[in-house]
C-alpha cells in the first residue's frame, strides 16, 4: 500500500493557474502508474489525467487537454497536476491515485487514493 497525500489546491478566478502536487510514501513510487481524478459536488468521480511509471507515457480527458498537464518526480516520490487556464466547471476535489497494475481503466482500477484538496474557480 502506498499513502498518498495531496496540496496546493485554493480559490482562484477563472483563467488563473494552479499546480497541485501529490507526495507518495509506504513503497516504491516508480511501481505505480499515477493518475489524478476529480469529483464535484453531486456528480461521479472523473479521470483527469494520468502518467505512466516513468513518465514516458500521458493521457488527459479530452475536457483539459491543453490546458493540464500531469509530471512526475521518482526521486522526490510526487506527482503534480499543472493546471492553466481554470474555468470555473473545474471547480471540484482533486485526488491523486496509484495504479501498480498499470491496467487500470477506471476509478475502480485504483487501489490507493489521497485524501483529496479542493479547488475552486471562480467566474
Known amino acids: 500500500q502506498v499513502q498518498l497525500v495531496e496540496s496546493g489546491g485554493g480559490l482562484v478566478q477563472a483563467g488563473e493557474s494552479l499546480k497541485l502536487s501529490c507526495v507518495a510514501s509506504?513503497?516504491?513510487?516508480?511501481?505505480?502508474?499515477m493518475s489524478w481524478f476529480r469529483q464535484a459536488p453531486g456528480r461521479e468521480r472523473e479521470f483527469v489525467a494520468r502518467?505512466?511509471?516513468?513518465?514516458?507515457?500521458?493521457s488527459y480527458a479530452d475536457s483539459v487537454k491543453g490546458r493540464f498537464t500531469i509530471s512526475r518526480d521518482n526521486a522526490k516520490n510526487t506527482v503534480s497536476l499543472q493546471m492553466n487556464t481554470l474555468k470555473p466547471e473545474d471547480t471540484a476535489v482533486y485526488y491523486c491515485?496509484?495504479?501498480?497494475?498499470?491496467?487500470?481503466?477506471?476509478?475502480?482500477?485504483?487501489?490507493?487514493w489521497g485524501q483529496g484538496t479542493q479547488v475552486t474557480v471562480s467566474s
Open positions: 509506504g513503497r516504491t513510487f516508480s511501481n505505480y502508474f
Open positions: 491515485a496509484a495504479d501498480i497494475s498499470g491496467r487500470a481503466t477506471d476509478a475502480t482500477g485504483y487501489t490507493d
Open positions: 502518467i505512466s511509471r516513468l513518465g514516458t507515457s500521458r
